[in-house]
């Protein structure tokens, strides 16, 4: 069973059994398009058997397109436009939709005249119509059959393409949630005991020989005490010196996934427990214990990380998580080595956080972040709906404007995107600018291979933490 949850969804036998899949489909629908039309010599014959196909290319663009504006300026689903590579793809799905209805259409019309023109043209017994027409519906249900399965290879490779530049679901088991499921909560035996004294410092700490190769993650529920709100299980790393006794006085990484999403996101797409035990490796086993929250409450809200008409997010971030993390782990209580991280609205979140409570957290990590937080493409609908249109109000909250008004001597921000997602890395350049004008100290990196995706931050996380480690006064 191990072996079939832990199958790769992204590379080996799987990526292959869909592109084989994918192409056989993609020229099924070619190959009966252009045999039903038999085209003779030269271009121009070739090109008018494969109108069918490219008519079905044009109209499958045209109905993405239209669907694409609705979801974004009409409905809202999303505050940004989908990834072009992710668009290429659905038209490539709707395309051979077309083809299949086609194909089934094409083949239902001439099997349902088949008998009649046999019975007209033979002027056979009854016996030879019902035969005839036996056939027929035989080589009916054939057609379909053999369309609908060519239909499934080109789904099942668009969804695997699909999947594999979003990089969240790596196996077969991040998409049955199987992996996370068997994490279990989190344990008095990791928990702060009351009244026990601060945690050895990095620099006196060592570690001893029977210390853990790897961390271990737990999960638990954080209590919305002052603000009420209500989230999800929020996720924690412990890396292997938390693990010793006594236990050092590690910093503090909260990290926020994108939406919509789930704190699972980070375990899964963000390869959270390899990239964090790496780092933990690297630096004599420790690294920042983690705790990843949902600052969202369900797959498809959006609290903006705000305390608005919507929900009462940034006190819960700002105060009721801090506080749990201070009374239930034992961290460094000097909130300078406690930082924010997330991907895409996670890192929005971040940025937010590091601008608006300095003295809780006096670092971020920022791995595709939006410029300002957004229920929507068009910003008026963001200020109506989380402040009744009062955009003062708003403007007061968001990361660029506060980072005209204050300084940030002393904080810090690492900022990456995607070298294919031109529109983030104009984010960050916007960001970055403007932190390093406050006074942060910055890095911004653009991540290789990657677009608006997990790999994003997946890979740019070792050099975020490289980042931060200097300032947490972690060494090799």
């Known amino acids: 069973m191990d072996v079939i949850e832990d199958l790769r969804l992204v590379d080996g036998p799987v990526l292959w059994i869909a592109w084989a899949a994918g192409?056989?489909?993609?020229?099924?629908?070619?190959?009966?398009?252009?045999?039903?039309?038999?085209?003779?010599?030269?271009?121009?014959?070739?090109?008018?058997?494969?109108?069918?196909?490219?008519?079905?290319?044009?109209?499958a663009a045209a109905l993405l397109a239209v669907v694409h504006w609705l979801l974004i300026y009409v409905f809202s689903v999303f505050p940004e436009e989908l990834p072009s590579e992710v668009l290429a793809w659905a038209v490539v799905v709707v395309t051979a939709l077309l083809l299949w209805l086609l194909r089934l259409w094409g083949s239902w019309r001439r099997t349902a005249a088949a008998p009649v023109q046999a019975g007209s043209a033979a002027n056979s017994a009854a016996d030879v119509a019902a035969n005839s027409a036996a056939d027929s519906a035989a080589a009916r249900w054939r057609a379909t059959a053999v369309a609908t399965v060519s239909l499934l290879g080109v789904v099942l490779l668009s969804a695997v393409q699909i999947n594999a530049y979003f990089g969240l679901n790596h196996t077969l088991s991040d998409v049955t949630g199987t992996a996370v499921a068997r994490i279990q909560p989190l344990e008095d035996g990791l928990k702060r005991a009351p009244e026990s004294p601060a945690g050895v410092s990095l620099s006196r700490w060592t570690a001893p020989v029977d210390l853990p190769d790897g961390g271990v993650l737990r999960r638990a529920g954080i209590p919305g005490t002052v603000s009420g709100f209500q989230s999800r299980e929020a996720y924690i790393y412990f890396p292997p010196a938390y693990q010793s006794s006594p236990r050092p006085a590690l910093p503090v990484l909260v990290l926020f996934s994108g939406q919509p999403g789930a704190p699972a996101d980070w375990l899964t797409g963000g390869a959270l427990r390899s990239r964090m035990d790496r780092f933990a490796a690297e630096h004599r086993g420790i690294a920042p214990v983690v705790v990843v929250v949902d600052p969202n409450g369900s797959p498809s809200g959006n609290t903006l990380c705000m305390d608005s008409r919507i929900a009462q997010a940034d006190t819960f971030l700002s105060r009721d998580v801090p506080a749990w993390i201070s009374q239930t782990l034992d961290v460094d209580p000097d909130r300078r080595q406690w930082a924010a991280g997330g991907f895409s609205f996670g890192a929005t979140c971040a940025v937010q956080m590091v601008t608006r409570h300095p003295d809780t957290f006096g670092a971020a990590l920022a791995f595709s972040s939006e410029k300002e937080p957004a229920l929507a493409k068009e910003r008026d609908k963001t200020v109506a709906a989380s402040f009744g249109g009062d955009t003062e109000a708003f403007d007061r909250q968001t990361p660029l404007s506060l980072m005209k008004e204050r300084r940030y001597e002393g904080q810090a921000?690492?900022?990456?995107?995607?070298?294919?997602?031109?529109?983030?890395?104009?984010?960050?350049?916007?960001?970055?600018?403007?932190?390093?004008?406050?006074?942060?100290?910055?890095?911004?990196?653009?991540?290789?291979?990657?677009?608006?995706?997990?790999?994003?931050?997946?890979?740019?996380?070792p050099a975020g933490l490289d980042f931060l480690a200097g300032r947490w006064g972690i060494q090799p």
């Open 413 to 461: 921000i690492f900022f990456g995107a995607g070298v294919r997602d031109p529109e983030f890395i104009g984010y960050m350049e916007l960001l970055s600018g403007a932190a390093r004008t406050a006074g942060f100290a910055v890095e911004a990196r653009n991540i290789p291979n990657a677009g608006h995706s997990w790999e994003t931050a997946s890979r740019g996380l």
């Open 23 to 59: 192409a056989a489909g993609l020229a099924y629908f070619l190959w009966q398009a252009v045999r039903r039309r038999r085209p003779g010599p030269g271009a121009a014959a070739w090109f008018t058997a494969l109108l069918p196909v490219l008519a079905a290319v044009l109209l």
